[in-house]
């Protein structure tokens, strides 16, 4: 019961450069408790999801101080980073049961309802494939799921939560020019318009250290991963799955 495994970015070969996979530093705001660990994920004894490649966590910093020089009383949140195969598996399962009693169907019994389902859940979460040719991004630790918080620590509001299914997740569903196209269009236009400056303002900084953002994730960044290439046009991800075994 997992989405597809093939993905536009999935034939781009990998040449892992061995970079470290490092433990973020005090400058970047953890957002805690861990949301997937706090539902019982197996990460496993030492394996923080606070952790990502060295040459991430430092295009990260490169971010945070665009940001800041733009709104200084603003920061970066980390809400997710390093990612093992065997926790991608567990929320995959975890998010399609809970879309599935969202919408009254029973996750065991096969159908198309089912099905639309999964597809929908797989625009969001990549497939956990243990195919080191094609690793989930997260697994890479090139990949970051984050948003931007008040100097106080408190996330600001983009318009929707992280890891929603729907096209409220777009990183360009607030634009202005798309609101006719919105069936749930908001009676407060002013408040969109915020919305969509915050969500192209993280993009714009993540965009300036480096970092190419998901397609359909407002909240999603990667460098170096497969996706990274195939949105910048490189001929190969320099970051492939991270075995924790590496030390």
């Given at each position: 019961m997992s989405p597809s495994p093939l993905r536009p970015w999935s034939p781009i070969p990998?040449?892992?450069?061995?970079?470290?996979?490092i433990p973020l530093p005090a400058q970047l705001l953890r957002l805690e408790p861990h949301p997937y660990a706090s539902l019982g994920a197996p990460y496993g004894d030492g394996c923080s999801p606070f952790q990502l490649r060295s040459g991430v966590v430092e295009r990260l910093l490169r971010a945070q101080g665009e940001l800041q020089r733009q709104h200084s009383d603003w920061c970066l949140a980390i809400f997710d980073g390093w990612r093992p195969v065997?926790?991608?598996?567990?929320?995959?399962?975890?998010?399609?049961?809970?879309?599935?009693r969202r919408l009254g169907l029973d996750p065991r019994q096969s159908g198309p309802e089912l099905e639309a389902?999964?597809?929908?859940?797989?625009?969001?979460?990549?497939?956990?494939?243990?195919?080191?040719?094609?690793?989930?991004?997260?697994?890479?630790?090139g990949a970051v799921?984050?948003?931007?918080?008040?100097?106080?620590?408190?996330?600001?509001?983009?318009?929707?939560?992280i890891d929603a299914i729907g096209a409220v997740s777009e990183p360009d569903h607030y634009d202005p020019t798309r609101r006719s196209e919105r069936l749930?269009?908001?009676?407060?236009?002013?408040?969109?318009?915020e919305w969509h400056r915050?969500?192209?303002?993280?993009r714009e900084v993540m965009a300036a250290a480096g970092f190419a953002q998901h397609p359909h994730e407002w909240w999603h960044f990667s460098h170096g991963?497969?996706?990274?290439?195939?949105?910048q046009g490189a001929a190969a991800a320099i970051y492939g799955g991270w075995d924790p075994g590496r030390g």
């Open positions: 990998i040449q892992d450069s061995a970079e470290a996979l065997r926790v991608q598996q567990f929320m995959v399962e975890h998010t399609i049961e809970s879309e599935c389902v999964i597809a929908d859940v797989g625009r969001f979460w990549a497939p956990p494939s243990p195919d080191p040719a094609t690793p989930p991004p997260h697994s890479t630790g799921d984050l948003t931007l918080a008040s100097s106080g620590g408190e996330p600001l509001d983009l318009g929707g939560e749930e269009a908001s009676l407060e236009p002013l408040l969109e318009q915050r969500r192209s303002l993280l991963d497969q996706l990274w290439a195939w949105r």
